[in-house]
């Protein structure tokens, strides 16, 4: 089957850490740019990063430049974002996303971060 | 950075009526503009892209048009399964950017 299935949401205090993951499956992963987009509750789509296929190239939003880190494992099909120095504005459902035509055409369920003391 | 200015922000339809969405980006974008559906608790889909589009199992009755910096979602004949939140996003520049989204309720 293919899908994308994210992990490594919860509770941080602010100023801590989180390591989000998102496992794929079914497709060949290593062709493909993928995203991580978040969605604070009751808000907008909002993007956050993109890495390229091979994993060589990576951009950010400016929201969360020097804190977030992108980065792809391709031989176990996953992709992370290290989120560091959390702030309360960071707490949101995350989802990653798969580009296709520079279209986000899948996505995963989404996993929750709640930075709050 | 682009800024992506949908209109209207919410907008109250009948089942079988035509609506029309419209994104505006700050600057040219060519044909880099996505469109997508959300619903509550879930994950966006993908609808049109490249402007112009159909994704692969969106129903038909959806079509996108434009070019630059107008661009416009249009549904022919509204769905109950339609009644929704939409998303532009250009994929032209980073960061890319989303609409601030257009909540279809019922009328």
């Known amino acids: 089957e293919v899908q994308l299935v994210e992990s490594g949401g919860g509770l941080v205090q602010p100023g801590g850490s989180l390591k989000l993951s998102c496992a794929a499956s079914g497709f060949t992963f290593r062709t493909h740019w993928m995203h991580w987009v978040r969605q604070a509750p009751g808000q907008g789509l909002v993007w956050v990063s993109r890495i390229s296929g091979d994993g060589s190239t990576t951009s950010n939003a400016d929201s969360v430049k020097g804190r977030f880190t992108i980065s792809r494992d391709n031989a176990k099909n996953t992709l992370y974002l290290q989120m560091n120095s959390l702030r309360a504005e960071d707490t949101a459902v995350y989802y990653c996303?798969?580009?296709?035509?520079?279209?986000?055409?899948?996505w995963g369920q989404g996993t929750m971060v709640t930075v709050s003391s | 950075d682009i800024q992506m200015t949908q209109s209207p922000s919410s907008l109250s339809a009948s089942v079988r009526d035509r609506v029309t969405i419209t994104c505006r980006a700050s600057q040219s974008i060519g044909n880099y503009l996505n469109w997508y559906q959300q619903k509550p608790g879930k994950a966006p889909k993908l609808l049109i892209y490249a402007a112009s589009s159909l994704q692969s199992g969106a129903p038909s009755r959806f079509s996108g048009s434009g070019s630059g910096t107008d661009f416009t979602l249009t549904i022919s004949s509204l769905q109950p399964e339609d009644f929704a939140s939409y998303y532009c996003?250009?994929?032209?520049?980073?960061?890319?950017?989303f609409g601030q989204g257009t909540k279809l309720e019922i009328k």
């Open positions: 996003q250009q994929s032209y520049s980073t960061p890319q950017t």
């Open positions: 996303a798969r580009d296709w035509n520079d279209g986000l055409d899948m």
